[in-house]
């Protein structure tokens, strides 16, 4: 939450970016719509924390060879 006016102006003005450079991604047909990148980041932090978990607990180190592919 910003109260300041720059703040809500850089606020603004950072939403408006990632919508354009989104836009841009999709009309490029680098992305199919906007929730792909989202969905892609977050399967890939939960691979490499569940990953980072088993070599820590379990010293595990062959797993971290295999993709998810969810």
């Known amino acids: 939450m910003v109260r300041t006016t720059?703040?809500?102006?850089?606020?603004?003005f950072?939403?408006?970016?990632a919508f354009t450079q989104l836009?841009?991604?999709r009309t490029e047909e680098?992305?199919?719509n906007?929730?792909?990148?989202q969905r892609n980041l977050s399967l890939q932090v939960a691979h490499d924390f569940i990953?980072?978990?088993l070599?820590?607990?379990v010293g595990l180190t062959a797993y971290s060879q295999f993709s998810v592919n969810a």
Do not use: D, V
């Open 6 to 12: 720059e703040a809500i102006r850089t606020h603004f």
């Open 14 to 17: 950072s939403a408006i970016r």
């Open 23 to 25: 836009e841009l991604m």
């Open 30 to 32: 680098l992305i199919e």
């Open 34 to 37: 906007w929730y792909e990148i």
């Open 51 to 53: 990953l980072e978990h």
């Open 55 to 57: 070599k820590q607990k």
